[in-house]
């Protein structure tokens, strides 16, 4: 009888992670772009109009939500096991976090307006 031993092979994502890290670096760039559209129309009725705090908030939870692209795109093809470990804790902190802030800056928004229409 002969025993042959599998190759195991644990790098899974190939070339999609390219295509991730590309969309993911789009995201960023678009986030930062935003927020200096806010730092430059700050002064603008319409800007002022729509919380300049909340808007950056926005831009930034989208940006940490962006860049859980990054740690997941890290397998043992890249990395070594303790490399893999660190970039999966980290990918579900950094999306929480974002999240968190973007919900909390839209949610912080919508009971602000609430407000002003409840008092009327």
Excluded: E, H
Excluded at 52 to 59: D, G, K, N
Excluded at 66 to 78: C, N, R, W, Y
Excluded at 92 to 106: D, E, H, K, Q, R
């Amino acid at each position: 009888t002969v025993l042959v031993t599998p190759v195991i092979d644990l790098n899974q994502l190939g070339a999609i992670r390219a295509v991730g890290l590309a969309l993911a670096g789009c995201v960023v760039l678009l986030a930062l772009y935003c927020v200096f559209w806010v730092y430059r129309g700050r002064v603008t009725r319409v800007v002022r109009a729509s919380q300049p705090l909340f808007l950056v908030m926005i831009a930034f939870g989208s940006l940490l939500m962006a860049l859980t692209i990054v740690p997941l795109s890290i397998d043992d093809g890249v990395a070594s096991i303790r490399g893999c470990d660190m970039a999966c804790m980290a990918s579900p902190w950094l999306f929480s976090v974002g999240f968190v802030t973007t919900f909390a800056a839209l949610f912080s928004k919508i009971w602000r307006i609430n407000k002003i229409f409840q008092s009327n």
